[in-house]
C-alpha cells in the first residue's frame, strides 16, 4: 500500500465499496488493516469472501442504495460499534499478511504434488528455503510499517 493511500485511509472512519461486480478487494482488505468497518456490495465473489458480515463490515445487495445509506449511517451513528468492528478488520484482515498467504501457497503445492503420480514433494532443504524467505518477506513488511509509523510521528 502506498505511503499516500494509507495516509489517506487514517483519515476516515469507514470504508465503502458500492461496484456491483468485484473480484477480490484488495482496497478492502487495505482499508480493514487500518482498522476501517467496511460497507460493500454483496456482489458475486470479492467483498462476501473478505467481509463477515456484521463483524468487521456490512454487506447490502447489489443496487441496493438505500441499504448502502442505511448501512453507512448506522455506523456513523453508533461510534462504539463503528470501533468494535474496526478492531475486528484489523484483526481478521491478517488472513491476507503476506506470510500467511506464503504459507497457504506452500500448502497448496504440497497437496498438489502428492496428488501428481511420479513427483516428490520439495524436499527438506527447498522447504526450509521457503520457509526462511517468507518469514524474511514477514519480516520487512512489519519493519517498514513500523517505519512508516514512527515517520509520522
Known sequence: ?????KAELTKASIAVSSSDRE???????????CGLP??????????REIITRGVDGHLVGPGDADGLAAA???????????????????????????????EQHLNLYRD??????????????QEAAHRARTAALGAAHTLRSTARRAMKR
Open 38 to 47: 467496511v460497507v460493500a456490495t454483496d456482489c458475486p465473489l470479492g467483498p
Open 1 to 5: 500500500m502506498s505511503m499516500t493511500w
Open 23 to 33: 473480484s477480490f478487494g484488495m482496497p478492502l482488505v487495505e482499508a480493514m488493516r
Open 112 to 125: 498438489l504434488l502428492r496428488r501428481s503420480p511420479g513427483r516428490r514433494p520439495p524436499g527438506r532443504l
Open 72 to 102: 453507512l449511517c448506522d455506523l456513523i451513528r453508533d461510534d462504539t460499534r463503528r470501533r468494535r468492528m474496526g478492531e475486528a478488520a484489523r484483526r481478521n484482515s491478517a488472513r491476507y499478511a503476506p506470510g500467511h498467504i506464503a
